[in-house]
């Protein structure tokens, strides 16, 4: 029976359960020009360690598989654009795990640098929209990448908002690993935020006082692109997104 069911999963994927999907994805060996793609487009990747990229392949893997993303305007998607983007998407939940993704519906992929989109104006990089869409300018998202120590990156941005809204609302309060951490969580992120509104001078940009989402969303291109000053300067802030982020780029 497990045979046959085997088999027909193997016919029918479309029928197949996305846990299964996705185990069946990280178990496949990772393409070689895979890897090709990600050391000529992907900076943070090349800094890596052999054993952080190990551990992101079979995620990199699961999300280009199971993600729905399309090109529009005239963009035809290619392969190297769905490595590239899934890197990105992978590297904020390397520790929290892909279901942090599952209410993502379809990642919108434009050729333009800047975007017009209703009710966020003409010169968007990108929305993290509340439904569960993610819309991409192409061109960003390579000038996000190009400078892995800017604390800019237009991509990880855009998925810190979708992993905010894991819980249904993005407000710069994601799931957070235990119950215990929301209250430090809460505290930290809202005096800083606050502090931020006040006219704080801060290393993140100014931006992030916004309001709640856009300072989680900041704060954590800085935490990854710029580790070391963050823990520098904002110590309690760089604790917090290192205990929900599950590990220390500044170590
Ligand atoms: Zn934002």
């Not at 929305?127 to 991409?136: E, N, T």
């Not at 894991?166 to 809460?186: D, Q, T, Y």
């Amino acid at each position: 029976m497990s045979d046959f069911l085997d088999h027909f999963f193997d016919w029918l994927p479309i029928l197949e359960p996305r846990s299964r999907k996705r185990q069946r994805l990280m178990e496949a060996p990772f393409p070689e020009d895979w890897r090709a793609i990600l050391h000529r487009n992907v900076p943070f990747w090349r800094a890596w360690t052999p054993e952080r990229q190990a551990e992101a392949e079979p995620m990199i893997q699961a999300f280009a598989g199971e993600q729905a993303m399309t090109g529009a305007q005239g963009l035809e998607l290619t392969e190297e654009m769905r490595v590239v983007i899934s890197a990105s998407a992978v590297r904020p939940v390397l520790r929290l795990g892909l279901d942090y993704y599952d209410h993502i519906s379809e990642i919108v992929v434009y050729p333009f640098e800047r975007l017009s989109v209703p009710g966020h104006g003409d010169r968007v990089l990108g929305v993290a929209h509340a439904h569960g869409v993610v819309v991409l300018s192409w061109p960003a998202v390579l000038r996000g990448l190009r400078d892995p120590n800017d604390g800019l990156d237009t991509a990880l941005h855009e998925f810190v908002h979708i992993l905010d809204l894991a819980n249904g609302a993005m407000n710069g309060e994601p799931p957070l690993r235990e119950p215990e951490h929301v209250n430090p969580w809460a505290r930290v992120l809202g005096r800083r935020f606050e502090a931020m509104q006040d006219g704080a001078r801060t290393p993140l940009r100014d931006y992030a006082a916004v309001n709640p989402a856009e300072f989680l969303a900041v704060s954590s291109e800085h935490f990854f692109e710029r580790p070391a000053e963050l823990r520098r300067k904002m110590p309690d802030l760089y604790r917090q997104l290192e205990q929900f982020y599950g590990w220390d780029p500044a170590g």
